[in-house]
């Protein structure tokens, strides 16, 4: 499939008659077949260079489906326009439909993941960021975070989904369309590495991130819009018009370490927590070397942002915050980069919402707007003054407080190209 052009199913029919038995000619079809799958994916692996790897075959996969997921369509989106390409590909999979929130996490923390070659989710962002949670809370994370990872959009929320799509350069797709075409990545099972963000929050918790860390107008969209699902994607767009209506300032601190500047380490790096450190002194999830404790200060490489006043901040690792919002135009999954923006008070509501209708084109930076700024950093610190307000990370709710992160490129892999 060359870029630019949609995806199509065409169907080529072909009659194996080599002899009289039907058993025998059956037996050369299915060799043929095999051969045509395996050539499609060395081919494949050849125009994508080093970066991938494939997926062991024959495969076994784990497909997690949250069945209240997006409009709660997620299975029967499944059953109508996956079953049979995943039958077609060969490709063995175990569905496994998720009862509650967290079930995925606590099933893959305790999962034998030698059992498994992918483990791939249908569900928005948020049942991916249970099972990367899930996994780097095994004592085995090193492994176990090296299983291939898949994304198949059924949520409301499919940045990833959108992402990936969006580095495989096709032409942009929706709904059903990319479905498909993340159904054909999983087909492929082509592997590259994804970067994880590890978050520090004020408890001292720890938790790891694939796509992005939001506090002001965009996480209070993110969550407010949660009552829209029933309509969607579009819930996203419902919820920025409402918030502009009643847009607010937030008040807090922001820091960073841009991508160039050597570190100058902290004198006490942010050491795992009690939690993450069994008595065994076995430590838990890498060491966050760039960070001080939250409590220390910001060691002096690092930039502080003068404002205190903001809209809202974005540090995002992915090229899509959500299907039709393409929010980091050069971003790869693996370029180990966190792309942080941040809007200072000041801008009005129809020059806020300019950059949200530009952002669909990936063309917001264009707009020339001076109250939008964005870094590419390796560590950030969020310091929230303003005493109530809303944190996500990966569109998920946490703790309201001070938090930081930093990156670590290239921990997991993706199945994507
Ligand atoms: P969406 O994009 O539609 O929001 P998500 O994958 O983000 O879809 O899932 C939404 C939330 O539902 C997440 O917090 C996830 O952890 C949670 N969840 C996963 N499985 C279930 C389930 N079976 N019942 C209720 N909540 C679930
Ligand atoms: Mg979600």
């Not at 099972?131 to 990872?149: H, K």
């Not at 479905?179 to 929050?201: Q, W």
């Not at 707009?367 to 944190?391: D, F, H, N, T, W």
């Not at 703790?399 to 992160?405: D, I, K, M, S, T």
């Amino acid at each position: 499939m060359s870029a630019g052009v949609a995806r199509q199913r065409v169907e080529q029919s072909f009659r194996v008659a080599l002899v009289q038995d039907a058993r025998t000619n059956l037996r050369e079809a299915e060799r043929w077949a095999c051969a045509i799958r395996d050539a499609s994916v060395q081919q494949a692996l050849r125009k994508d260079g080093v970066k991938n790897s494939e997926v062991r075959r024959p495969c076994r996969v784990m497909i997690l489906v949250n069945p209240l997921s997006g409009r709660g369509q997620a299975l029967q989106l499944f059953t109508n326009h996956l079953q049979g390409m995943l039958t077609e590909a060969a490709v063995p999979y175990t569905l496994v439909i998720t009862e509650h929130q967290n079930h995925a996490r606590e099933l893959v923390k305790k999962a034998d993941l030698s059992q498994w070659d992918a483990l791939v989710i249908m569900s928005g962002d948020g049942l991916l960021f249970e099972v990367i949670n899930g996994l780097m809370e095994r004592d085995d994370w090193q492994e176990a975070i090296q299983t291939p990872l898949g994304i198949l959009p059924g949520g409301s929320g499919n940045a990833l989904a959108a992402s990936v799509h969006h580095y495989s350069q096709s032409p942009p797709a929706w709904n059903e369309e990319l479905l498909l075409s993340c159904g054909f990545m999983l087909c492929k099972g082509l592997v590259g590495s994804l970067d994880l963000v590890s978050i520090h929050l004020a408890s001292k918790q720890r938790v790891f991130s694939f796509l992005s860390l939001a506090w002001g107008f965009v996480a209070d969209v993110d969550i407010e819009s949660e009552k829209y699902r029933h309509v969607g994607a579009i819930r996203f767009l419902m919820g920025t018009l409402v918030r502009l209506a009643s847009l607010r300032v937030y008040q807090g601190r922001l820091a960073y370490l841009p991508i160039n500047q050597k570190p100058n380490l902290p004198s006490t790096p942010q050491r795992p927590s009690l939690l993450e450190t069994p008595c065994d002194g076995k430590i838990r999830a890498p060491l966050d070397s760039l960070l001080p404790g939250l409590e220390q200060p910001v060691p002096e490489s690092w930039t502080v942002v003068k404002a205190e006043d903001f809209v809202l901040v974005l540090a995002i690792y992915q090229s899509h915050l959500a299907e039709d919002l393409w929010a980091v135009p050069d971003a790869t999954a693996d370029d180990g980069i966190i792309h942080l923006f941040y809007v200072t008070a000041g801008i009005s509501r129809p020059a806020l919402l300019r950059l949200f209708l530009a952002m669909e084109k990936g063309a917001h930076l264009a707009c020339g707007c001076p109250y939008l700024v964005y870094e590419k950093v390796q560590a950030l610190r969020l310091e929230p003054i303003s005493r109530e307000g809303v944190i996500t990370v990966d569109g998920e709710t946490v703790e309201y407080g001070p938090v930081q992160a930093q990156i670590h490129p290239g921990l997991a892999r993706l199945i994507y190209g």
